[in-house]
């Protein structure tokens, strides 16, 4: 393969090379004044050591472009050196922070991989430095061989899991934004209903009573100012239908999209299932239709708890419970997330204070804060009517 054709595939820059060098003459200082004032290596360098430390070094050329390929060539390099019985330590930490950074950006099989590796490097070196109980050596130096791939993989998990709580975030407003829009549309309907229904129908009233009574009278002046009436009566009458006419335009979506209610909070937990929270929903009492209003309002209680969920809490579940009770509705949402030390602030703003609010409009009461066993609870409760008392009551 010409050289050219290789720098096509491994694109190394200046800066890699720089690297390279600077990164080796660390290590080559770092492991001569440790093997000086320690001296624990059975052999001194020599022109072998200093070609495997250097060649061991310079694996960080590929760290940027193959940083697979850079790990495994440090841990041969950095493995070959320390069996052989030359000291080195400056490619030995170079290759397990290798190991650490490779993990942190790898899938787990990858870094099942790597770990295993490096560990069986460890316990090679050293069982081959061991005089007795080489066994428990061989444990010692797989298990530090295996610790930065475990440190780089959670890492790489804390990463993931951030990530996924971000798009579910994203998801939840996006879906919240819908609601909002379809909220609009379908006020702007009500409205287009009103102004059709009352301004249209007594424009038009207007209109035809100025026009019979410019026929019935006698008065040319009394006529023409009659039929300026009908006249202008009848442009905006036009007008008002055209207006009509563009809201109603934009609420099409709102007369076939019904008020969400909560049968459809199953919905709100898919999100959080998606993303491995174990979202379990319970419903306690004798199930019923309830008013629009305090149906609109729990539905909009537990879809802003479940948003603080996901943007705020990094919880593993969360149980919504819905309770009918002969006077009451009661709502509870709980999760197990990190609670009040670092949420209490990002989860008393404006979302808490908005589902207050919200439920002052139908009499009902909010409760809010630090669960007992740890995690987040919100609670509230929105009075019904007495279902055990009958009609005539």
């Known amino acids: 393969m010409s050289a050219r054709r290789f720098t096509t595939l491994v694109p190394i820059t200046g800066f890699d090379v720089f690297r390279a060098l600077v990164v080796t003459t660390l290590c080559l200082v770092a492991t001569l004044v440790g093997n000086e004032r320690l001296a624990t290596s059975p052999r001194d360098p020599d022109p072998a050591w200093l070609l495997l430390t250097a060649g061991a070094c310079m694996s960080v050329l590929l760290l940027r472009p193959a940083p697979r390929v850079a790990t495994v060539w440090a841990l041969v390099g950095s493995t070959a050196g320390l069996v052989g019985g030359y000291p080195m330590t400056g490619p030995a930490l170079l290759a397990l922070a290798l190991v650490g950074i490779t993990a942190s950006r790898a899938d787990v099989r990858l870094t099942g991989t790597i770990g295993v590796l490096s560990g069986l490097a460890l316990a090679a070196t050293a069982v081959s430095r ?98 300026q009436i009908h006249d202008l009566t009848r442009e905006a009458l036009g007008q008002t239908k055209r207006t009509l ?43 019923r239709q309830l008013p629009e209003e305090v149906e609109l309002c729990a539905y909009r209680v537990v879809q802003e708890s479940l948003t603080n969920v996901a943007r705020h809490a990094r919880a593993r579940a969360v149980q919504v419970v819905v309770d009918y009770r002969p006077h009451e509705l009661a709502l509870e949402v709980t999760d197990d997330g990190r609670g ?49 008392c009958p009609p005539v009551c």
Do not use: Y
């Not at 791939?149 to 998990?157: P, Y």
């Not at 709580?165 to 909220?183: N, P």
């Open 340 to 388: 009040a030390p670092s949420t209490s602030v990002a989860r008393t703003g404006t979302g808490i204070e908005g589902m207050r609010e919200r439920l002052r409009l139908v009499e009902g009461v909010l409760a809010a804060g630090p669960a007992a066993a740890g995690g987040w609870v919100v609670r509230a409760v929105l009075p019904l009517e007495d279902i055990s």
């Open 130 to 227: 061991a005089d007795r109980d080489w066994p428990l050596a061989a444990i010692g130096g797989f298990a530090v061989g295996m610790f930065p791939a475990l440190v780089g993989e959670k890492f790489r998990a804390e990463r993931a899991r951030a990530r996924q709580a971000r798009e579910l975030a994203h998801r939840v407003e996006q879906l919240r934004d819908q609601d909002v829009q379809r909220a609009v549309a379908e006020e702007r309907l009500r409205i287009a209903r009103d102004v059709h229904d009352i301004t249209g129908h007594h424009l038009s009233g207007i209109s035809l009573l100025a026009a019979g009574a410019s026929r019935e009278t006698n008065d040319p002046e009394a006529r023409q100012m009659l039929l």
């Open 245 to 287: 006419g563009v809201l109603r335009e934009q609420s099409d979506e709102a007369e076939v999209a019904p008020l969400p209610r909560l049968a459809d909070l199953e919905g709100l937990l898919q999100p959080l299932r998606s993303s491995g929270v174990a979202a379990e929903l319970t419903v306690g009492g004798v199930s």
